[in-house]
């Protein structure tokens, strides 16, 4: 199975803080990656497909990018509404997996 | 509006049964891959099975291989986990979920899963 190291596993920012969070895969996925957010007692929301795709509605401060191993989630100015969990998912192959996730947090 | 309803949940015995159902609309479900995924409170989101539209493909993460079965009915637009010899560790929330691939990917509400004595 494809391992996922998703980092950090929280932060603390402010609102207009530029965000970035790393997906690392123990092999190539070429851009089989999604990024989701996740608030309390939801269902995770896909903000991006395809490892740079933005999800139709979801505002235009996120952006994914890389390919093959190393991902990156960038929230470019936080917003109140953006403080959640956020996970990497790999969906290349059989067994799609998770990142550990991370919190981001009110500084 | 894309919809995905799951039910069937519940509260159950270890060694127990459960059913999940989830009912689909607004989109073609009959040409749609579909997922199951579970999430234990506090935990990230796990995979637990794959099915390809037409049921040729089926796929299953290890813990639950030989005890879940994952169908469809694309008549019904329906999408189903059979479960059983039901463990604590299967406790969580159940989600049905959308191709990760598509460009939508569709999420449900989720129905929660309690196997306990």
């Known amino acids: 199975d494809i391992q996922m190291t998703q980092s950090p596993s929280s932060l603390s920012a402010s609102v207009g803080d530029r965000v970035t969070i790393t997906c690392r895969t123990s092999?190539?996925?070429?851009?089989?990656l999604g990024w989701y957010q996740q608030k309390p007692g939801k269902a995770p929301k896909r903000l991006i497909y395809g490892a740079s795709s933005l999800q139709s509605g979801v505002p235009s401060r996120f952006s994914g990018s890389g390919s093959g191993t190393e991902f990156t989630l960038t929230i470019s100015s936080l917003q109140p509404e953006d403080f959640a969990t956020y996970y990497c998912l790999q969906y290349n192959g059989y067994s799609p997996t998770f990142g550990q996730g991370t919190k981001v947090e009110a500084k | 509006e894309v919809q995905l309803v799951e039910s069937g949940g519940g509260l159950v015995k270890p060694g127990g049964s459960l059913r999940l159902s989830c009912a689909a609309s607004g989109f073609t479900f009959s040409t749609s891959n579909m997922n199951w995924v579970r999430q234990t409170p506090g935990k990230g989101p796990e995979w637990v099975s794959y099915i390809s539209s037409t049921s040729s493909y089926i796929y299953y993460t290890d813990s639950v291989k030989g005890r879940f079965t994952i169908s469809r009915d694309n008549v019904k637009d329906s999408l189903f986990l059979q479960m059983n010899s039901l463990r604590a560790e299967d406790t969580a929330v159940y989600y049905c979920?959308?191709?990760?691939?598509?460009?939508?990917?569709?999420w449900g509400k989720g129905t929660t899963v309690t196997v306990s004595s």
């Open positions: 092999q190539g996925i070429r851009n089989d």
């Open positions: 979920v959308g191709d990760f691939g598509s460009s939508t990917n569709p």
